[in-house]
């Protein structure tokens, strides 16, 4: 029995149902026989009227089998071509058969899975909103490469499929409809099998209804070929824009491209042989492992919980206090309300709370005047918001998160005088970037209950919570955060107290070194420029400016009164710069005055150019190489010995914290799979030679070394 | 010549029908070529710094093979940003025009060392993509009395007396030859395998050849310009030609050049780069000459361009070992032989397009390779080269081995 149902019912249509082994259906080994057997079968099938491709499962067809293709590498390169090559040409039979061949999309067809319907001539979906259609392969690295990319340019032209492919969207059945990527819905599932029947049984005298569009005589690409001159502007400004945002690291992204450039311009089958051969090279190169480890394993581990204490019962928030109505207080009350958790923000003020509501009515008004949110949806979210200045309307909370200033004392009050009403199985989080929770959970008559819960800015577009355990943090009071990060729609890494924790403590490390090279002499803007074509999303510099020189210098006075100075290494540029940018010439940063970068009135920026003056050396000749490896290596070394002395838990969330929080480039991964990418021995040497050239802070971590021993990758 | 302009590789890429189903259909005109600039590369460990010049034959220069593609082409090789590069067109002359040009460059002594090749993908970029005066210029065309080459060639095999059978056994005679030449590996110097960009073979070996033509079946194919000729175009032909009361089309898809993808490349430098970068040389350009005879049969140039050739070097017929003459359409060849007076035996020894494919822009300098190989393998000294070229050109070039 195959796992592929094969029914001809009396009018001659053949009814092929996929019930794959486990629960879904995707395109592995025992896919490739089914649907072999299968085209087989139906080719030989006599008095053929049509065919209906079903799902028992509750997906229609998932994608391929991405443990298979993270463990692909070069040495399996031919082996791989082959396989996709023979799985395409049984996809091209089928389509190809001198029947029309539907398939009835019950459930989500996205990669593999929509580009299986691709090569059926009709896809009729369920209009549920379950039934995600798209091709997300770009997201991780890949491409769709069983005939996703060549198809879809035929079918909408070259613009259309790669706005789609590129940016890895996921559509619900309407849009795809809108956007040509399916061809007809239907309102419940039962009608899905009778649609297609009809529809099998309407085109049966209509030959052409078998053909795909590209296997028509006179067909041309929708929009025409690349080289049309209609798509000149187009195919020049294309792909300087996909590489501006890529800034050229991802080469599926290129290849991508490239290929749908090709495929408008060529037949299918041999569009389809180029799709495959690009798909070995990116599928065995180190970019697609990367991100398929951190973006879909490590990433799944963290949402199914990898971190989160077992055994404690999922503990969602209910009434949540934010304490502070200031940027981050703001934020949080604005994702807690999304979430549809009654807030309760509180600041000094009434002035200051309403602001802070203000804050999320604005946000809601952008919503609904652009059709995403309906106006009686968005007063109820807004409702939950309460504005106060009094704490007994905390009561009942069963979570406070205080957002006030990063300073000790003053958090140390508002714990003491607050946390009284808290509900009995209440918890208390501290919204903090640098100060250890542990001391301030001291003030706290239950430390056990007390945590830090650490947005990042602005709250409403970051994903990323850093959760921070003190030393007597409960397990109940992490699963609690845990579920709280997850009700809010963020993603939770969890790590233990350590000064500056993991995010800060590292992202501090590129700024250091982004002022070393500047005090050094090297060009600023080149600082710059280098650091954006690494990946980082922004310049140490200018992001520098965006944090503000200014906290910094008050995060360091504040640690140096906890008796804590250059705890992580030397502090001394940063003295100095602020000594120079702060002291002598009053450059706080962007919102103090200008920092590294001067901001003009009509919003643009350039380089304060007392830089040039205070620091700019033409003789200076750091290679730009070593520029960028140093503002890399100063993270990734960091980040190593966070993970070496326990402040982080986990490789996974040492990798998607060091993306979603600090910005790390995505190609590598994350900062510690940049390692295992790299080469553990590479790496070392390369420690080693920027060690030499500029300093102990570019030592090798033991860790590093242990793993180049036993050969064991980070994971 | 000032200085002597030295070979020191000349490679090509196997040559594969020029359709949607030909083996290169999938690979872009451009990496045609780099694949070739990567294996001069590699096999003359050559730092292309030191290349001044990379002139690159191409006769439908506009869409994918638009726009200087020699330049494109150096830099997909990644070659050093100071290389630089020009596309040229002369017809099918185009890629031994290069070489010429190139020699030229050699000998004039400013510059040391360049490229000169050719590339063609006639499946992407189809023959008459770049339009031009022929098929958009009607004053032009009745004022020059302008005839497609084919009718030409069946004009010459009219004027000879070349019969169908002739040239069709001529036809046969090159594919023979062309499947002894690749199956016993004459050939192999100077294919370099076609790769994709994991490094996987897509053609090995010319894989145009039809090893098992037969005359039977080449008399079966049904003559190309007959319909063609009685639209008007054996009268306009007849004009000029007015001794003959008709033209007998003879020439069929099996006796003319077929359509192909491929490209060449040749090394071509002084003494002096051979010695800066350890360069043996491996022949000589002695002398090239281009002319042109009457533009309206097209075909008959290269002949006299040959004998121009030779007085330009101060040679002889008797001074040439080996002659190849591109096989656009067999008359063409044959009546080269005849206007020189040779035989058969030394010319298009290994075939030629009419077996392997004729790639517009880049055939040239691939008759240079496989005259190269050839001198080499026979341990003889001379060859000559010639094309017939649009517009009643014709091109020739004399090697010798160094």
Not at chain 2, 332 to 341: C, F, I, S
Request: charged letters at 20%.
């Amino acid at each position: 029995m195959s796992v592929f149902n094969y029914q001809k019912d009396q009018q001659g249509i053949v009814t092929i149902t996929m019930d794959m082994t486990g629960p879904v259906n995707a395109m592995n080994a025992e896919y490739k026989v089914a649907m072999h057997e299968a085209v087989n079968r139906l080719e030989q099938e006599q008095g053929l009227v049509g065919v209906i491709l079903a799902s028992a499962k509750r997906v229609f067809f998932a994608g391929a089998d991405l443990k298979d293709l993270v463990r692909a590498t070069p040495d399996h390169a031919e082996e791989i071509y082959r396989d996709i090559q023979l799985m395409k040409h049984d996809m091209r039979r089928l389509e190809k058969l001198p029947v029309p061949v539907v398939a009835a999309i019950n459930g989500a067809a996205l990669g593999g899975g929509y580009e299986l319907s691709l090569a059926c001539n009709r896809r009729i979906a369920v209009n549920h909103r379950a039934v995600k259609i798209g091709l997300p392969e770009c997201s991780l690295g890949l491409f769709p490469a069983g005939g996703g990319i060549v198809r879809l340019t035929h079918l909408i032209g070259v613009q259309a499929a790669l706005d789609i492919i590129l940016a890895s969207k996921q559509m619900i059945p309407e849009k795809a409809l809108a956007v040509g990527m399916i061809d007809q819905l239907v309102e419940t599932l039962d009608d899905l099998i009778p649609a297609a029947k009809r529809w099998l049984i309407d085109v049966e005298s209509d030959t052409e209804a078998a053909r795909q569009p590209w296997d028509r005589k006179g067909h041309k690409v929708a929009g025409g070929a690349i080289n049309t001159p209609k798509n000149a502007q187009y195919a020049a400004v294309a792909p300087t824009m996909l590489h501006q945002k890529t800034r050229g690291l991802l080469p599926n992204a290129t290849a991508a491209m490239d290929i749908a450039f090709q495929a408008s311009m060529l037949d299918v089958d041999t569009a389809l042989r180029i799709e495959s051969r690009e798909f070995v090279k990116v599928v065995t190169g180190a970019v697609a492992k990367n991100m398929i480890t951190t973006f879909f394993f490590q990433l799944n581990q963290i949402n199914a919980g990898a971190s989160r204490p077992q055994g404690v019962a999922k503990n969602p928030t209910r009434k949540l206090g934010v304490l502070g109505a200031g940027m981050m207080g703001q934020g949080i009350a604005y994702v807690a309300a999304m979430a549809g958790i009654q807030v309760v923000l509180k600041d000094m003020t009434l002035a200051a709370a309403e602001k802070g509501k203000a804050y999320t009515i604005a946000l809601l008004a952008k919503q609904t005047s652009r059709g995403r949110l309906d106006a009686a949806k968005a007063e109820v979210i807004a409702d939950l918001i309460k504005p106060t200045i009094c704490d007994t309307d905390l009561a009942g909370c069963d979570l406070i998160i205080e957002a006030v200033f990063e300073n000790i004392a003053l958090k140390n009050t508002i714990t003491q005088s607050t946390e009284q009403y808290l509900s009995d199985d209440g918890h208390w989080g501290s919204n903090t970037s640098t100060l250890p929770i542990t001391q301030l959970a001291e003030a706290s008559a239950k430390p056990e209950n007390f945590i830090g819960i650490h947005f990042f800015s602005p709250v409403d577009k970051m994903p990323l919570i850093e959760i921070i355990a003190g030393e007597k943090t409960s397990d109940a009071t992490l699963a609690k955060a845990f579920d709280f990060a997850q009700q809010i729609g963020k993603t939770p890494i969890v790590v233990n107290d350590s000064l500056g924790f993991f995010t800060s403590r590292t992202f501090s490390t590129y700024l250091d070194e982004g002022a070393k090279l500047l005090v050094e002499g090297v060009h600023p803007v080149k600082i710059e420029n280098l650091a954006k074509a690494t990946g980082m999303a922004v310049g140490p510099l200018q992001v520098q400016d965006e944090t503000s020189l200014e906290l910094s210098r008050k995060v360091s006075e504040t640690w140096a009164a906890m008796g804590i100075v250059d705890k992580w290494g030397d502090g001394e540029t940063q003295r100095r710069m602020i000594k120079d940018m702060i002291t002598d010439n009053g450059r706080g940063g962007r919102h103090h005055g200008g920092g590294y970068y001067d901001y003009h009135a009509d919003g643009s920026k350039s380089i304060w150019p007392g830089l040039f003056e205070l620091y700019y050396d033409d003789s200076v000749a750091v290679v730009d190489r070593d520029i960028q490896d140093r503002l890399i290596f100063r993270q990734v070394i960091e980040t190593l010995k966070c993970y070496q002395t326990g402040v982080l838990r986990s490789v996974a969330d040492g990798n998607i914290g060091s993306i979603m929080g600090i910005g790390a480039p995505a190609h590598t991964g994350g900062f510690i799979q940049f390692v295992n990418s790299y080469g553990c021995a590479a790496f070392i040497q390369r420690c080693e030679e920027l060690s030499a050239a500029y300093g102990e802070r570019f030592n090798c971590p033991e860790i590093v070394k242990q793993r180049a021993a036993s050969g064991e990758l980070f994971a | 010549m000032t200085h002597s302009a030295y070979i020191y590789d000349a490679i090509r890429t196997p040559r594969s029908k020029g359709k949607k189903d030909g083996a290169l259909h999938e690979v872009k005109p451009i990496e045609l070529g780099a694949g070739l600039l990567t294996a001069l590369q590699q096999r003359n460990d050559l730092d292309t710094a030191y290349v001044d010049d990379v002139l690159m034959g191409c006769v439908s220069p506009v869409g994918e093979q638009g726009s200087d593609i020699a330049k494109m082409i150096a830099q997909r090789a990644g070659w050093d940003e100071s290389v630089a590069g020009v596309q040229l067109n002369r017809f099918c002359a185009s890629g031994l025009e290069a070489v010429n040009t190139g020699a030229q460059k050699i000998a004039s002594g400013w510059e040391q060392l360049v490229v000169a090749g050719g590339v063609e993908c006639m499946s992407r970029v189809p023959m008459g993509s770049d339009g031009g005066a022929w098929v958009s210029d009607a004053a032009f065309s009745i004022d020059t009395s302008f005839v497609p080459q084919g009718i030409g060639a069946d004009t010459i095999a009219t004027l000879d007396g070349y019969s169908r059978e002739d040239v069709d056994a001529y036809a046969l005679e090159s594919q023979r030859r062309a499947a002894h030449a690749r199956d016993n590996g004459y050939f192999d110097r100077s294919v370099v395998p076609v790769l994709d960009s994991n490094g996987f073979s897509i053609l090995q070996h010319d894989d145009f050849i039809k090893p098992q033509s037969s005359m039977e079946g080449l008399g079966a194919l049904r003559a190309s310009f007959e319909q063609m000729g009685s639209m008007g175009f054996d009268a306009m032909m007849i004009k000029k030609y007015n001794t003959l009361d008709r033209i007998d089309h003879v020439h069929t898809p099996g006796n003319s050049s077929g359509i192909v993808d491929g490209a060449s490349a040749v090394l071509i430098g002084s003494e002096r780069a051979g010695k800066d970068l350890g360069l043996t040389a491996r022949g000589r350009i002695v002398a090239g000459a281009i002319l042109a005879s009457d533009p309206i049969i097209m075909l008959t140039a290269p002949g006299p361009s040959a004998v121009k050739c030779l007085q330009t070097a101060g040679l002889t017929e008797n001074d040439i070992d080996l002659w190849e003459i591109n096989e656009a359409f067999a008359a063409v060849a044959m009546r080269y032989m005849r206007d020189l007076d040779i035989d058969h035996s030394v010319t298009n020894v290994n075939g030629g397009s009419i077996a392997m494919g004729h790639p517009l822009g880049a055939t040239g300098a691939m008759l240079l390779s496989s005259m190269l190989d050839e001198l080499e393998r026979r341990e003889l000294r001379r060859g000559m080269l010639s094309l017939c070229v649009g517009g009643g050109m014709g091109i020739s070039c004399i090697i010798e081995r160094a």
